[in-house]
Nanobody, 125 residues
Framework: QVQLVESGGGLVQAGGSLRLSCAASGRTFSYAMGWFRQAPGKEREFVATISWSGCTYYADSAKGRATISRDNAKNTVYLQMNSLKPEDTAVYYC????????????????????WGQGTQVTVSS
């Protein structure tokens, strides 16, 4: 069982930046890690993922504004978000990929088996 704990959310003005962190309770270096978000009344949507080898993949909405990274020594994955917009307001979740050493770009919710509780990001206009 792996536990994921997100932090770093908050209230920020449009154009600002935030760095979200996700700390895992176990060793996660061989698994992809991803970030998703869910706004009120909407489905959970993919934001970014990083493979076990460090390859990254972003949703179109995040390209150029977000950077996902990981520190395997700390079992932590990060999401740096810049140029935030009000439409980025959502609860942000990190997740652990299903299969170890996978080469796939995991962008679907069912590609992930463990989820954190989420951290709220609110962007004011």
């Amino acid at each position: 069982q792996v536990q994921l704990v997100e932090s770093g959310g908050g209230l920020v003005q449009a154009g600002g930046s935030l760095r979200l962190s996700c700390a895992a309770s176990g060793r996660t270096f061989s698994y992809a890690m991803g970030w998703f978000r869910q706004a009120p009344g909407k489905e959970r949507e993919f934001v970014a993922t990083i493979s076990w080898s460090g390859c990254t993949y972003y949703a179109d909405s995040a390209k150029g504004r977000a950077t996902i990274s990981r520190d395997n020594a700390k079992n932590t994955v990060y999401l740096q978000m810049n140029s935030l917009k009000p439409e980025d307001t959502a609860v942000y979740y990190c997740a652990l990929g299903r299969d170890p050493y996978s080469a796939a770009n995991y962008y679907r919710t069912n590609d992930y088996i463990y989820w954190g509780q989420g951290t709220q990001v609110t962007v004011s206009s």
